[in-house]
């Protein structure tokens, strides 16, 4: 069989992330409308870019407290809405894995997509969904945690991440009141908190900032220890030979 290959016409860095698409847009545009919600009565309720990004990293702190592990798979079943969306960014930015489920699909699908991917936690829907996750639960045993969208269960875990912080290289964007306050919020978790994760691509802030770090590169352990040592390890291997 005859095949044929062409440059690719963009190519991605490597450091790149799918939680880019979000970060750049709070950057450039964080308070024009980034989703609008239909509210009944011809109604429609618009969503900022910077009100969806707070809701997904509180999200992905609910996801954090609740043992989602970075690289660990974790599905949604449902139709297309608001909240597919609004988890779906939280499960990368809490570092794991996105796996869509049809909200058509059977028993017999959900347990192919669910033990091949090896999801550890579902987000269902509905009751219905629910009863075909239960008819194949026993042998779907790594999904262990399961959330309902039309239930609070996205308010419980907004809840249960409450006390958790994450330093994160959009707390760089927005106007400067924004930047101002989240220098002082910074400054002030950094002197009485005991363990702080700084998430950056920043190799200066990590020499900087950090007495440790951890390389995880798609969903594997690369490195840990001295943040010189890692960050040089990191900027090999990418290529690059720049400290910015």
């Known amino acids: ?4 290959d062409i440059d690719p016409i963009v190519v991605s860095p490597s450091e790149s992330n799918i939680t880019d698409l ?44 609740s043992g989602i592990q970075p690289g660990q798979a974790v599905a949604i079943m449902s139709r297309t809405r608001y909240e597919w969306s609004l988890v ?3 499960i990368w930015f809490a570092g794991a894995i996105s796996v869509p489920i049809y909200e058509s699909s059977s028993p017999t699908q959900m347990h192919w997509i669910l033990s ?18 239960e008819a194949i639960k ?24 409450h006390d958790i912080l994450i330093i994160d290289e959009a707390l760089a964007v927005g106007d400067q009141e924004f930047r101002n306050r989240s220098e002082a919020r910074m400054r002030e978790m950094r002197e009485n908190a005991g363990t702080v994760f700084l ?25 840990d220890g001295d943040p010189k040592k890692v960050t040089a390890a990191y900027n090999k291997f990418v290529g690059s030979t720049t400290i910015d």
Not at 25 to 54: C, M, N, V
Not at 116 to 133: C, G, I, K, P, Y
Not at 199 to 223: A, F, P, Q, Y
């Open 88 to 90: 779906d960014f939280a």
């Open 1 to 4: 069989m005859k095949t044929y």
């Open 138 to 161: 026993s042998s779907v045993p790594l999904a262990r945690q399961v959330w309902r969208l039309d239930q609070d269960s996205i308010e419980q875990l907004i809840q249960r991440g």
């Open 199 to 223: 998430v950056s691509h920043s190799m200066k802030s990590i020499i900087d900032t950090c007495t440790r770090v951890i390389w995880i590169e798609k969903g594997e352990l690369r490195m």
């Open 116 to 133: 091949d991917s090896d999801s550890v936690a579902v987000f269902l829907e509905t009751a219905a969904h629910q009863d075909r996750f």
């Open 22 to 65: 979000l970060v750049d847009r709070f950057k450039a545009t964080p308070k024009l409308p980034l989703f609008a919600i239909d509210k009944g009565d011809g109604q429609w309720l618009d969503i900022s870019t910077e009100e969806f990004y707070h809701q997904v990293v509180a999200l992905a702190k609910g996801l954090i407290a």
